[in-house]
């Protein structure tokens, strides 16, 4: 439901919250989880996309095809704004199986393009699964996000979730991007948008 006016709003009260932590050291980043569409674009203007710091991308409509998806998630890898592929199979347990892909092609192209696949803590989605987690590692994906998907702060304590996926799966703690510090995390997406273009 975030529009660009909003977002614009969301920015500056970052910016100004970000002032206020500097002697801390904590910093919090300029970030949207976007909707992605069949032909790989997002529902947000490059240009607005642009002036912030990271951008997952997901898919949130016909969520239920059972047809394969692999270019629809290609397309999706190859969007130079997308820096995150988010819940990435869009399971959610009771109440859809998730769409069916390729995982070793959608993963190697997330390996060669350096994107990052997210591993999901809520517990209803735990997406990626540990299953397809260790594909992603086989097929050299170099970055993990793990999120928590919160709605509610208190869903922020199920980031265990994606934490036990990342050891579960052998996904080493340097390829996680929470443990990056954020300068790293800021400049690992601008040489994403710079390589990918």
């Known amino acids: 439901g975030q529009d660009a006016v909003r977002l614009k709003d969301q920015g500056a009260r970052i910016d100004a919250l970000n002032e206020q ?3 801390s050291g904590f910093r919090v980043l300029r ?21 912030l710091d990271l951008v997952l991308g997901a898919f949130h ?6 047809d394969d998806a692999t270019e629809l998630y290609l397309a999706a890898l190859r ?20 769409l069916v892909a390729d995982w070793p092609r959608v993963f190697a192209e997330a390996a060669r393009l350096g994107k990052a696949v997210e591993l999901d803590a809520t517990p209803r989605r735990q997406d990626l699964p540990v299953d397809l987690a260790r ?30 996926t990342a050891i579960l799966a052998g996904v080493p703690r340097d390829r996680i991007i929470a443990y990056r510090s954020a300068d790293d995390v800021v400049a690992w997406a601008a040489e994403l948008r710079e390589n990918v273009r």
């Not at 970030?31 to 002036?51: H, K, Q, R, T, Y």
């Not at 409509?61 to 059972?66: A, I, Q």
């Not at 995150?84 to 869009?90: D, E, Q």
């Not at 992603?136 to 979730?161: R, T």
């Open 31 to 51: 970030s949207i989880e976007m909707d992605v569409f069949d032909n790989g674009e997002g529902d947000m203007d490059p240009a607005v996309l642009a002036e």
């Open 79 to 98: 969007n130079p704004d997308l820096h995150v592929l988010a819940h990435p199979t869009t399971r959610m347990f009771g109440r859809r199986a998730g």
């Open 21 to 23: 932590l500097s002697p």
């Open 135 to 164: 594909i992603a590692v086989a097929e050299g994906v170099q970055w993990f996000s793990m999120g928590s998907d919160a709605h509610y702060i208190e869903e922020l304590d199920n980031l265990p979730f994606a934490m036990a």
């Open 61 to 66: 409509s016909k969520l239920r095809s059972t």
